[in-house]
């Protein structure tokens, strides 16, 4: 069975500093990968997403992702962060054969301070 | 619509009641997903709907928890004798017919279920 860990439950980060979120992922199959922001009292938003090709992903608002097979990870990153950033953000993944099904992470708060 | 839409934004339930929540997905979405999200956790997969046919409910926590989406259109999931344990923000989703990964899925804002 596929699962999610996001090791960082909560990270704060100045103003145009550098950010990375952590996620590493367990499954035995080939997976997809999602990254998902969410904003106070709002729905989910995709940043970006991973199905195959370049390990690479860039993704809106300056994210962006990179997949590393041996290492199972999966993490998130932006150079430069700013004020509206702060929120939390979702690492998920689907398996090849389980169709439609999102398996989430816990979530890494973000707090961006001025 | 403009994007997914769900009601009631917020729900307070005496422990035994029964509740219905609604999702109006994208027009023209035919797939649409249930999830549940506990207070600081992810969320966690209920369901799954291409059109009304309900694909995969494996993530439906038990027989008080029923989904549907008679003319694949809107959908309402329904708990029966809510428990508090059932307390949690439902979040819906839509997206068009290649799921995950060759669509974009939009979510709604979720309804919050608070059982006292």
């Known amino acids: 069975a596929q699962s999610v860990t996001q090791l960082d439950s909560q990270v704060p980060v100045f103003e145009e500093a550098p950010v990375e979120l952590r996620c590493n992922y367990s499954?035995?199959?080939?997976?997809?990968l999602f990254w998902y922001v969410q904003y106070p009292n709002q729905g989910l938003q995709l940043l970006l997403k991973?199905?195959?090709?370049?390990?690479l992903v860039k993704g809106i608002n300056g994210f962006e992702a990179e997949f590393n097979k041996s290492q199972t990870s999966f993490h998130l990153r932006k150079p430069s962060v700013h004020i509206s950033d702060t929120a939390e953000y979702f690492c998920?993944?689907?398996?090849?054969?389980?169709?439609?099904?999102?398996?989430f992470g816990g979530g890494t708060r973000v707090l961006v301070k001025p | 619509g403009a994007g997914v839409s769900q009601s009631p934004r917020y729900k307070v339930a005496k422990r035994g009641q029964d509740v219905a929540l609604r999702c109006d997905p994208i027009?023209?979405?035919?797939?649409l997903f249930w999830y549940q999200q506990a207070l600081g956790q992810g969320p966690e997969f209920l369901t799954y709907?291409?059109?009304?046919?309900?694909?995969?409910k494996s993530g439906l926590p038990s027989d008080r928890f029923f989904a549907e989406r008679p003319e694949g259109s809107v959908s309402t999931l329904k708990i029966q004798r809510t428990q508090q344990e059932d307390s949690a923000v439902y979040l819906c989703?839509?997206?068009?017919?290649?799921?995950?990964?060759?669509?974009?899925?939009?979510f709604g804002e979720g309804s919050w279920l608070t059982v006292v």
């Open positions: 989703a839509s997206s068009g017919p290649q799921g995950i990964r060759g669509n974009t899925i939009y």
């Open positions: 499954s035995s199959v080939s997976v997809y």
């Open positions: 991973y199905l195959s090709g370049s390990t």
């Open positions: 998920a993944v689907s398996e090849g054969a389980a169709g439609n099904k999102l398996t």
């Open positions: 027009s023209g979405h035919v797939s």
């Open positions: 709907f291409q059109n009304e046919a309900q694909l995969d």
